[in-house]
């Protein structure tokens, strides 16, 4: 059997106007890898080829064959050429977002299953929102799957007159933040993140199916209003495993 070449991948050049290159270049060779030009467990074209033919660097190429090799399509091998691993992705929350459409992007195919939704007084409500100590507010927990894996506990917190304008069924959509501004009739303009790691307690570890004390990756996001004022404060926690976390870090160093 004929093995492909490297005439097998579409002559293009590559401009960085249209982003990252290696982003770029991952995303030509997925498509002859997801239709079976490179069947699993046949060779890629070597790196230098690649790179000759895209007119790109070797470390472009590389950064390209990293981001298939997390994914589950290829398995990379000291000084030999990469091989074809599957034709699909592997499920897995590789998190790449820089905007609301991105985070849309994120939740693709996944299920959010609604635990309970009711009023709680909770130190994060007096932190967030500014709220006294005896205070109630609302507080929504649920779980993010894709197929049978549970990716995420996810607790979601409002302040009072926010919480009360919603209702357990309201949270239909995966992405909570998208419910709320349908439901409410307002935009919420952005999301301050951070993200820290823990361990797993016994409420997140039944949750996720994990074992008490696992790796988790935290992360926190407060959404705003226009007018700055706020108005969800949401945690997920993700298995540490499943969860990577990529960004693009310019050299802004003079």
Not at 153 to 179: C, H, M, N
């Amino acid at each position: 059997m004929d093995h492909p070449t490297i005439d097998s991948l579409p002559r293009r050049t590559l401009g960085r106007a249209n982003g990252p290159l290696y982003r770029q270049l991952a995303d030509i060779l997925r498509e002859p890898i997801g239709n079976g030009t490179f069947p699993v467990g046949g060779e890629l074209p070597k790196e230098a080829t690649i790179a000759e033919h895209f007119g790109v660097s070797l470390i472009t190429v590389r950064q390209a064959l990293r981001d298939l090799e997390a994914d589950g399509l290829i398995r990379k091998r000291s000084a030999k050429p990469a091989v074809v691993a599957a034709r699909s992705p592997s499920v897995n929350l590789s998190w790449k977002f820089k905007n609301f459409a991105d985070m849309a992007a994120f939740t693709k195919d996944a299920e959010l299953t609604v635990k309970s939704y009711r009023k709680e007084v909770s130190p994060v409500l007096q932190r967030h929102f500014g709220m006294g100590k005896d205070e109630a507010g609302y507080c929504l927990r649920s779980v993010l799957s894709i197929g049978e894996q549970r990716k995420a506990q996810i607790t979601t917190y409002f302040p009072p007159d926010i919480g009360a304008r919603l209702k357990r069924e309201d949270f239909s959509d995966v992405l909570i933040f998208r419910s709320v501004q349908q439901h409410l009739g307002l935009r919420l303009d952005v999301a301050h993140v951070t993200v820290r790691a823990e361990i797993a307690d016994e409420a997140v570890a039944a949750d996720l199916g994990i074992t008490l004390g696992s790796p988790v990756l935290t992360v926190e996001m407060l959404y705003q209003s226009a007018d700055q004022r706020s108005i969800e404060f949401s945690v997920a926690r993700h298995p540490a495993d499943i969860f990577s976390i990529t960004y693009d870090a310019p050299n802004d160093l003079s």
